[in-house]
């Protein structure tokens, strides 16, 4: 006797509306379901301030889940949790390389969870072809974006801009 298992699919974009719209192109086996930007943060507040950057370690920042996404990363997690795959799909830059690193972070997603993919347009075909390219999250980026953070926290927006 076989049986049809029903595999599912994870998608994870930046953007509830974009997430709708995709959801539409992928049909009944993939859910997708929006970070909503940004999930984590280094702290900004000057009583978190002291524990933003551990400087003596390299700069290394310590990361907090904002106040407002933490409804968000536990509906995340609770839906990666039920998903054979779970595909980081946050936008193709800098920012989006982060923003899908954060989640993979916040989730607790281990290599073989999950892929990363991109598209740079919103449309059936581009989303399509963007699973048949799916790879890991592009460190570079993501570290990139995080030195950019580094700076802007220690010197503020202002100065890093000019640096």
């Keep these: 006797m076989y049986y049809l298992l029903n ?9 509830p509306a974009k997430a709708k719209t995709i959801e539409k192109y992928l049909g009944g086996d993939y859910r997708v379901l929006s970070s909503v930007g940004h999930i984590r943060d280094i702290p900004k507040s000057a009583s978190k301030k002291a524990n933003a950057i551990d400087i003596e370690a390299g700069f290394v920042p310590n ?29 193709p830059d800098r920012e989006g390389e982060a923003i899908a690193w954060h989640v993979r972070e916040a989730l607790g997603l281990k ?16 989303v399509l072809e963007a699973l048949n390219h799916k790879r890991d999250i592009d460190m570079d980026l993501k570290t990139s974006q995080e030195a950019r953070r580094v700076l802007d926290r220690l010197f503020g927006y202002g100065l890093s801009g000019l640096l």
């Design 111 to 126: 290599k073989g969870q999950y892929s990363r993919i991109t598209f740079n347009e919103i449309t059936k075909e581009a």
């Design 63 to 91: 990361y907090y889940i904002l106040e407002n996404k933490i409804d968000v990363v536990k509906k995340l997690k609770s839906e990666a949790k039920k998903a054979d795959e779970v595909l980081l799909a946050a936008d």
């Design 7 to 15: 595999m599912t699919k994870l998608v994870i974009v930046e953007s």
